[in-house]
């Protein structure tokens, strides 16, 4: 499977983008529900909600965004607070553009910089080798249509789905990034000691008094770039296998 | 009222999508500097095990739940591997254990 993956054609490349985001679209769409219900609640209307998750397609981005509508905020304070709340999707792109061919025609980075979410980079970064970006295309087109669709009907009907379904679907997107993290830390000891030591940091962050208060975007800023910057340093990768 | 909602919108589209695009738009080439390179391979795991958890915990009705579907993930992760299997199973997991909790 590992040695095919690199011979794989476009066209299978896509068909298994759209396979892989299929458990991405069921946690998108019950989390995008709950923002369709708080963007009724700003006023907006379902197509304003639809083309904000259409642009947008950032979950925390979002809520951020209808908190700044609903207050009446200023240009500058917009694109501050969207800058400082998804500041993370910018070394996301970072480590993405090292998985893109150089000599790749440009169209393709504009194509692929919609495409970075959390869970689409995760699968996006996780490939042997270079990325190739229609395998990124697959994932976006199923996610981003429960994404938009989710925000949509959660405007127009509320919360339709049962308590039991959204309940047991809240924790998909969780499933999918112990599939990305988890079997790479079984081969390799050193990224599973990594993975190990950030989820206990990270519970620290959410115990700990003043650490506790830090947002959720920022955490995920200041630990990737605290433990990702120690680990490079002690165990600097030696071999390209590109 | 209108107005302003598309125009607030389209402020902060522009800007998350530049966000994402400087990056990908500026490194074309393949970065060198070997401590770089190493931290940007070790920044996927980092990332997304802090957004795992404990976040995970809370994300359904019950710690437990939660609880359960981390341990189930781990290993289903550990043992499949697949994406889908592991993303089902968590779910079942809470479904399940929303039963019991």
Known sequence: MKETSKTMSGGAWFAKGLRDGIPICMGYFAVSFTLGIAAREVGMTWFQAFLMSLGMVASAGEFAALTLIASGAGAVEMIATTIIVNLRYLLMSTALSQKLKSDIPIIHRFLTAYCVTDEIFGLSVAVDGYLNPVYTYGITLVSVAGWTCGTALGVLVGNILPDWASNAMSVSLYGMFLAIIIPPARKNSFIGLLVALSMAVSFLFSLLPVLSSISSGFKVIILTLVIAGAAAWIRPVEEEKT | ?101
Do not use: Q
């Not at chain 2, 958890?53 to 290993?75: K, Q, T, Y």
């Not at chain 2, 992760?77 to 994406?83: I, K, V």
């Open chain 2, 1 to 101: 009222m209108n107005a302003s909602i598309y125009k607030s919108l389209l402020i902060m589209i522009i800007t998350i999508y530049m966000i994402r695009l400087l990056p990908l738009l500026f490194l074309r080439r393949e970065i060198t500097n070997k401590w770089l390179k190493s931290f940007l391979f070790y920044v996927p795991y980092v990332t997304l095990a802090v957004m795992t958890f404990p976040a995970i915990l809370h994300a359904s009705s019950s710690i437990w739940c939660g609880a359960a579907a981390l341990v189930v993930g781990l290993l289903a992760a550990w043992f499949n591997g697949d994406l889908f299997v592991v993303a089902i199973s968590c779910c079942l997991t809470v479904l399940v254990t929303s039963f019991i909790f």
